[in-house]
């Protein structure tokens, strides 16, 4: 449950929908499910099984495992470049979480009622040419994390969050309703399901790749962590699918609530990472209950956020306060401040950095493929590699006590040859 909760955040509600619009619709999806059904679960699988057989934090499970296999303590690394990874994926998902914050108070002043679709655009897009408002809530987003792990609070939090991913799930379900009754719903549908490779690139593969990665929370150590807690009962295998399952359908209700309206209000697909601010506010201003289902949407989807925040500054600390020996609420501080100021980068990418470009990117674009591009999918190839070829089979039979050889083999070729062979063939393709 408590992994469920760290799959489901922003990465379905938000990010799910807009790289889904930017990259063509049906082909991406399509793309993407096949991405998270034979290379992000497998590898999803990997993570929870390596996370189990070390059972410490990230970092010293890796160089366990590592060694009881016989193999070199120095894939401790791969426990400390998923720290790294969330890092910078936490600099930005902090600025979104904290437009979420800044519209739970928007939807429910009842800002959205009685104005038109365009209006209601103009409204985000003021709010995103403000970079005090952006540093405001984005602070206050960073403030609340760091004050729930410097004081180590978050069992109750966790206890929280669990109730918030059902809710999470009937409000979206309530929004794909609401969706169903527009002119727009099949032209949505259609956009979402019909696949049309003609204009598909390489490049969205890997942003489907990578994506299936992100929104898994594969490869950010997180995983490793929730296997260390999972009990020797627990089946590796159902546990990842239950999680997988329920990440994919999130995100395709969020698809489904969200691209009637943009083909009902005439938007356009491919606005990037404020759609989702874009759109859903015109359903909260039109349909009755608006006001209230909308703050409550944006509440719980800030909680959704701070379960994930949480979750990825803990493994920083952890592993700071083992290796330096400094105080847990020093080590917050610092990490939570220097993610802080990695986040102002992307921040200011929305308004007065966003035409500073490296290569065509902006700063948050670059932080953003450093993440999902490179760093993402470089800690899944490794950890695929490592579950594959480094570690015996003995120990990773033995840990995922699989009811079925078959299950079993099929686990272990996807695992060694065919993601690490997808990752690499993906990149390199991107390279030439
Ligand atoms: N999967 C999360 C989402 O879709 C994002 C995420 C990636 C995450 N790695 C994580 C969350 C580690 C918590 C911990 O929003």
């Known amino acids: 449950m408590a992994a469920t909760g760290s799959a489901v955040g922003l990465g379905n509600i938000w990010k799910f929908p807009y790289v889904a619009g930017e990259n063509g619709g049906g082909a991406f999806v399509l793309v993407y499910l096949g991405c998270v059904a034979l290379i992000g679960l497998p590898v999803l699988m990997a993570e929870i099984m390596l996370g189990r057989r070390g059972g410490r934090s990230p970092v010293n499970s890796m160089a366990r495992v590592a060694v009881e296999s016989g193999r070199s303590e120095r894939w401790f690394l791969l426990g400390l470049l998923g720290i790294i990874t969330s890092f910078f994926l936490l600099s930005f998902y902090s600025v979104i979480a904290g437009w979420s914050a800044a519209y739970i108070f928007q939807t429910a002043s009842g800002a959205f009622r009685d104005i038109s679709a365009l209006q209601i655009v103009e409204l985000f897009d003021d709010f995103l040419a403000s970079p005090w408002r952006l540093t405001f809530w984005h602070s206050v987003f960073m403030l609340i994390t760091i004050t729930v792990v410097s004081f180590g609070l978050h069992r109750g939090l966790e206890r929280t ?41 390489g490049q969205a593969f890997l942003v489907a790749l990578g994506h299936a990665f992100f929104t898994l929370s594969v490869a950010t150590a997180s995983m490793l962590i929730y296997g260390a807690y999972l009990q020797r009962s627990a089946s590796i295998a159902s546990t990842s699918v239950t999680i997988a399952f329920l990440d994919t359908l999130s995100a395709i209700l969020a698809g489904l609530a969200i691209f009637p309206i943009v083909f009902t209000y005439a938007l356009v697909p491919d606005v990037g990472p404020t759609l989702v601010f874009k759109s859903l506010p015109i359903a909260f201003g039109a349909m009755p209950g608006g006001s209230f289902f909308g703050s409550l949407f944006f509440l719980l989807l800030l909680f959704a956020a701070l379960g994930s925040s949480i979750s990825m500054v803990e493994p920083m600390v952890a592993w700071i306060t083992e290796r330096w020996k400094i105080s847990r609420p020093k080590a917050t501080w610092l990490t939570g401040g220097l993610i802080w100021l990695f986040g102002v980068g992307s921040l200011l990418s929305f308004n007065i950095w966003q035409e500073k470009r490296l290569l065509g990117w902006n700063y948050y674009e670059i932080v953003d493929a450093l993440v999902s591009l490179l760093l993402l999918p470089l800690g899944a190839l490794l950890l695929a590699v490592f579950a594959g070829w480094f570690m015996t089979r003995q120990a990773s039979e033995d840990e995922l006590a699989m009811p079925n050889k078959r299950l079993y083999q099929s686990w272990r070729f996807l695992v060694r040859y065919v993601a690490p062979l997808a990752v690499l063939v993906i990149v390199i393709s991107l390279l030439r």
């Open 161 to 201: 969050i669990r109730v918030l991913v059902p809710g999470l799930f009937l409000i979206l379900i309530i929004l794909v309703l609401y969706s169903a009754s527009t002119p727009g719903f099949m032209e949505g549908v259609r956009f979402l399901f019909k696949p049309d490779f003609s204009e598909f690139s």
